[in-house]
């Protein structure tokens, strides 16, 4: 199980595991991406200012030197955006340190001791497209599972971990936007068949909450992984998700997950949200409702297939990402074209659909086209 614990799980590429020496990396990247917009009521006119098209340059370095881990990334954009019969132009750069980070070996006091001060990527769930204990990163991009546009970005905190033959603890603390703090104790155990972990938790402003996770590989072409969050006090809540990997030696690799999200919106709630898009709200009452449709949904039920296959130069994969109350589907695919071993051509899709009262009809976005070519040194 060694090998489950090792994978960053959604941010695998940007934080290798094993590496005790020095080491730096990168790569640049360009692309040339669009956007099509739906006829949704929470964007008319594009009162959003959604751009419709947009050149993107890309660089990222990042790597490891004694005890420390860095990463930055660098980016310049030129978009257009057309809003009603406006058309806008705009050029940005910013630069980004997405991870700076110093560990600490405490062993001589303790065997399996240590401390890690910064910036850095951490995660606590195994999943990868639903992520209940994903309180110290992003959601992930249903194109960029692996994040391998290098989008990922850490928090600040400390962490002071121990790990023995199998058993494992870390109590962390972090600190996010707005001066806003969490506490995780979190232990962790590897038996013969399954990796097992539990944890409290006690985050700015609300009560402890308390989470769990399990993954297992009882096959070779076969693994599986659950876990699920219990939020306390009044505004308590569930959050869960399970899901299995199949990876046949002749047939494509298939990922299902299934995911519970108890501060999604009940049938109700949504029903209402959609009487008032639907109502001459003002502009920025209009932006509101729009800010509480994530790009991964609102809701209660969803359901994640993913395909995947490996020909030759090609990485292809694609699937769908459903909401189960309204039967409404996010489809995303993405090719990768491996031009030599540093270099590769990459086209990724996503569209929404979903009939006219689904969640998915409310989204301003109806589809996003993105051609990049990719190259690392």
């Known amino acids: 199980m060694k090998g489950l614990q090792c994978l960053p799980l959604a ?6 595991c094993a590496a005790s020496e020095d080491w730096t990396g990168g790569f640049a990247l360009g692309a040339q991406e669009r956007t099509i917009l739906g006829d949704s009521p929470l964007n008319r006119d594009n009162f959003l200012a959604i751009p419709g098209t947009g050149t993107r ?3 990222l370095l990042e790597g490891r030197l004694q005890d420390v881990t860095w990463r930055v990334r660098t980016e310049a954009l030129r978009t257009e955006t057309q809003q009603t019969d406006a058309r806008d132009v705009h050029t940005h750069g910013k630069v980004t340190l997405q991870e700076l980070n110093r560990v600490f070996d405490l062993s001589e006091a303790v065997d399996g001791l240590s401390l890690s001060l910064g910036k850095r990527l951490y995660s606590l769930d195994p999943s990868y497209i639903n992520q209940p204990l994903g309180f110290l990163q992003k959601r992930t991009d249903l194109s960029d599972p692996l994040d ?9 905190m400390a962490v002071l971990g ?8 870390a109590a962390l603390h972090a600190r996010q936007a707005g001066g806003r703090v969490q506490s995780i104790l979190k232990l962790g155990y590897e038996f013969d068949a399954a990796s097992v972990s539990v944890l409290v938790r006690r985050a700015h402003g609300a009560h402890a909450g308390v989470g769990a996770t399990v993954s297992s590989a009882p096959a ?26 199949l990876t046949p030696r002749l047939l494509p690799k298939l990922q299902l997950e299934y995911s519970y999200n108890g501060q999604g919106m009940a049938d109700a709630e949504y029903d209402a949200l959609r009487v008032q898009a639907e109502s001459m709200l003002p502009p920025y009452a209009l932006a509101q409702l729009a800010a509480r449709l994530p790009s991964l949904g609102a809701r209660q039920h969803y359901a994640s297939v993913t395909l995947s296959q490996t020909a030759g130069s090609w990485d292809i994969s694609g699937g769908a990402y459903m909401g189960l109350e309204d039967k409404s589907k996010v489809w995303h695919g993405q090719a990768d ?11 990724s899709m996503m569209r929404q659909q979903g009939a006219a009262d689904s969640e998915r009809a409310l989204s301003p976005v109806k589809e996003t086209l993105a051609l990049r070519l990719r190259h690392a040194f």
């Open 11 to 16: 941010f695998a590429v940007a934080a290798p």
């Open 162 to 169: 121990w790990s023995g033959a199998r058993a494992s603890a």
């Open 148 to 156: 391998t546009l290098g989008n990922a970005e850490g928090i600040p």
């Open 220 to 245: 070779n072409a076969l693994s599986w992984y659950a876990s699920a969050y219990r939020n306390g006090g009044d505004a308590a809540y569930t959050r869960a998700t399970a899901g299995v990997i």
């Open 57 to 59: 340059a890309v660089g």
């Open 337 to 347: 074209f491996a031009i030599n071993a540093r270099t590769h051509l990459m086209l």
